[in-house]
């Protein structure tokens, strides 16, 4: 096995394979989408039949509900006269959907069933008789359950039979069965072979579909086994039903109005067909796999033979061939794969190696051209000779050859200086000096040289190889040049620039002592030093960009560079740079002249700094003079404004604009400033000389001389037409609003004032049909009248809420501020909707008597109805059995606070913002409760006229709370 994968080709072909395992990933990722999609169709699939049962029991209950309501007008039944209950049998026959109908007495006991198969029990322990124990006088509904009486599923509808002064004589109920279910209510619902249960919360099965007879009150564990250890719950799971069958299982509660919704519904659907797609994917991605896979082997095998294994052997036989010197033979790899780069690379190197080594062969006749060369043995004998050495030493190679090298020795140097040097190469280090030799026909030469130690494989000693050069003319002409150099020094001290020799590469050769006076450095420091340390990092390559004339042997170049003084600063001097040539016309060191101009360059920048401002202001400048008003200098933002380039106006009169006839004033006030030489700022309007209509923002400043004489003007220009438009506009959209306000306001007003007169007379006529004792209304006409009058209030007072909100718009509302108490003016709102609050069953709390001795200076009538509606939308908007809070209490910035909170379902945060407009309800225009959406609003202008501010705090589905603070006076009054 380990044979096999050290195969290149067994390992590209792994490789290749495992490259193909994410494949696989996305085929099990793929189905495992399907069957999760196959499980949601179950469960979408339940909850649409439960939502389906649940609107059909839902009008079942109802059904019940208005059946009650008319078994309790029913004058026979109330009074339990002979035969009544023959009512219910009637009615049994009549709605099948019903299990049972009667009437109980007040401990739960049967006073009358209209079922025919019933048996004696009591109900005073189910949920609906417990319900109207605890003093409930509207219908109640019960809890899912198997009859008392009836063998039969249902939820008890109920409501009590009440006497004349409002007590409990007896309780109506009707049992809505649940067994009215069935597949063939349901239609092509479910696949063949679907299985239906309900059963309640604690999986006792209440009906089944289908043979609900034979699993009615059976625990429902019995008839669903789920698959493995997972039990039945929220969600779809696999469990085999009651016959058996493996299904796919799903559960939903039941909701349809009852007090306690504890039945659920568990749909089964056979896991063969929800599952049927599912199977068909998985086998035919698998075939796929499969082929794919086999195919990619198959390919790789044979592929990898022609494109891998034959190329790598050409390529080792030509590396083969290149280690044994044939330098020639190629592999002959075809391009255009990754191995046909290798196979170039080795060619590459071939042909590198053979340049190298016809290279060092051009080397070394260059090199025995130029060096005197030799070689000798451990002993100090010549082995090895060039044909440089016997041309300087005058000896014939014969003559060389064995010899020590004591046969060219000058005499010059003591025995020491050749003691030291056998001492260094005998360590195996390298030597380095200058030797006076002596030539054959006795005449000297100097030459520089390096001996190089040389060892064999084994590291012992094997030979020394030295390298001279003859610098005997080099030696002569230093000499020259030192003389010359002195009487450079002398020139170079005695100057106030300074003077510097640079090499080729920068670093410097001389320095003149005027440095320590410009840099604080001693010229000696800086000798060989790298000149370029010196210049401040952003100008070491345009420095260098300097040198390259020199360099070539050109004169002239200057510029100004930043050096680094001695305590860290940088100073800016003036450079100049050119070639210093050799006797020969070379180029051999760089002069380079540096003066201190630090105080001139502040000047120029300053000044340049300015130009570069005026140049690339946004405002258009131009500097003209105060004689003929010609203009001397414009920037590119006034030539864009009076439309012409910047270069054709220099020369021109100021200020190239055309004035307008319609504002002459403007333009009157310029060229007054100009006539007494003043500063002036105006907008005109103006016309460029292509016709274009701009208006101007323009400011003048006169220039004047040290001697005070006017000379220029200063000319700052503004392009305003823009800015001149928009406020044209705004204006023109102000004027409009405020007219569309007053014109809202007057029909709001007027329309307001037409609807009070027929209202007027509606609400009249209806008080004197109530009033009107020879012609008495019975009890539906009465109700009539009663719900004509409260229609008509309501909608007077709308009426009187959407004038004040007129007077307010329009400042016609007067207040009439007096003393109000407090606590007295609560308590009589309260009052005022306590028939209201307890109509809907709401819990009033008056917290309030913090502020018993608290009086406001306020009017009464509208403080009155401030809180008349917060307490009103409190009760409106609050839930059934509810509770609404007044709480009052002194806050310590001299102000009253009064709180009222309910339990309502709250404000949404996102909804805040749209509280306190005009006819915004927050969505609830959409209920039954009336309104128009003007109290909030009209609360919140008369607080502010009332010297005080109105805020709200809500939590959604637990409640608000809106609070009001008022200024209030020190002094308190007895507390009512």
Known sequence: MKRIFKSLRSRLIVLLLAAMLPLLGIIGFFG????????????????????????????????????????????????????????????????????????????????????????????????????????????????????????????????????????????????????????TRLGDALPEGSEVIFHDQNGLILHADPAPEAWRGKPFAAAVHPVGAVGFGPGVVEAYGRDGRLRLFASARLESGATNENVFVAVGVPADIALAQVHRTARFMGMIAAAVFAGILLF?????????????????????????????????????????????????????????????????????????????????????????????????REEILGKTHRLINSGFHPPEFFAGMLDTISRGRVWQGNIRNRRKDGSFYWVASTIVPFFDENGCLERYFAIRTDITRALAIDAALEKSEERFRLLATNALDVICL????????????????????????????????????????????????????????????????????????????????????????????????????????????????????????????????????????????????????????????????????????????LAHGAERHAVVEALTRRGRQLWCDIFISPVRSDSG??????????????????????????????????????FLSHVSHELRTPLNAIVGFAQLLESDPEAP??????????RILGAGWLLRELIDDVLDLSRIETGRLELKPQEVNVVGLIRECLEHVAPQAGARGLELVDLSAECGRQTLHVDAKRFRQVLLNLLTNAVKYNRPGGRVTVTCHRLEQGMLRIAVSDTGIGIPQAKRNELFQYFSRLGAEHTSVPGIGVGLALCRHLVDLMGGSISVESVEGEGSSFAIELPAPCHATETI
């Not at 209304?777 to 009663?786: R, S």
């Open 709 to 746: 004489e006017l000379t220029h003007y200063v000319a700052a220009l503004s392009d305003v037409s823009d800015q001149v438009a928009l406020e044209a506009a705004l204006t023109r959209a102000k004027e409009a609003a405020e007219q569309a306000s007053l014109a809202k306001t007057r």
């Open 777 to 786: 209304l019975n009890e539906t006409q009465q109700d009539g009248i009663q």
């Open 502 to 673: 640079h090499e080729p590469d920068g670093r410097f050769a001389y320095v003149s002592p005027s440095v320590e006076r410009v840099l604080g450095r001693e010229p000696a420091s800086l000798i060989g030093q790298d000149g370029y340390t010196l210049i401040h990092p952003d100008d070491v390559a345009r420095i260098r960009g300097m040198f390259v004339p020199a360099l070539r042997g050109e004169a002239g170049q200057c510029d100004y560079v930043r050096l680094r003084h001695v305590e860290g600063i940088y100073i800016w001097a003036e450079l100049s740079a050119v070639p210093v040539r050799d006797t020969t016309g070379y180029v051999r060191n760089v002069q380079v002249t540096m003066r201190d101009v630090t105080a001139r360059k502040r000047i120029e920048d300053k000044l340049r700094l300015h130009d570069r401002a005026l140049a690339a202001s946004g405002t258009g400048m131009a500097i003209f003079r105060s004689g003929d008003g010609a203009i001397e200098y414009t920037n590119a933002a006034y030539a864009e404004i009076v439309d012409l380039p910047q270069a054709a106006i220099p020369g021109e009169r100021w200020p190239l604009l055309v004035e307008s006839k319609k504002d002459t004033q403007g333009w009157h006030l310029l060229y007054d400033a």
């Open 300 to 396: 790789a095998w044979f592929a990898s033979d022609r494109l891998v294994v034959v190329p790598v052997r050409r390529m080792v036989r030509q590396a083969n061939a290149h280690a044994a010197g044939d330098l020639t033979y190629r592999s002959g790899v075809a391009e255009g794969t990754e191995l046909s780069q290798l196979a170039r690379a080795l060619d590459a190197m071939a042909m590198q190696m053979a340049r190298r080594d016809r290279e060092l062969a051009q080397h070394l006749r260059a090199f025995d051209a130029h060096a005197i060369v030799s070689a000798t043995d451990t002993a100090g004998r010549i082995v090895y000779a060039n044909d440089k050495f016997c041309e300087i030493s005058q000896y014939s």
């Open 32 to 183: 495992m989408q399907v069957y999760r999609h196959a499980l949601n169709d179950v469960h979408l699939e339940t909850q649409s039949l439960v939502q389906k049962i649940s609107m059909e029991q839902a009008r079942h209950i109802n059904a019940a509900h208005y059946l009650l309501l008319t078994l309790a007008a029913n004058p026979q039944i109330a009074e339990r006269r002979p035969g009544f209950c023959s009512i219910f049998r009637d009615i049994l026959a009549q709605r099948i959907i019903f299990a049972n109908a009667g009437m109980t007495d007040l401990e739960g006991n049967t006073v009358c069933s209209g079922a025919r198969k019933t048996r004696d029990a009591s109900f005073s322990d189910r949920l609906w008789f417990q319900l109207l124990r605890q003093g409930h006088d509207q219908t109640v509904v019960g809890d899912y359950h198997l009859g008392v009486q009836v063998d039969e599923p249902v939820v008890i509808v109920a409501m009590p039979l009440t006497g004349s002064r409002g007590e409990h004589r007896a309780y109506l109920f009707v049992s809505v069965d649940l067994s009215w279910f069935d597949r």
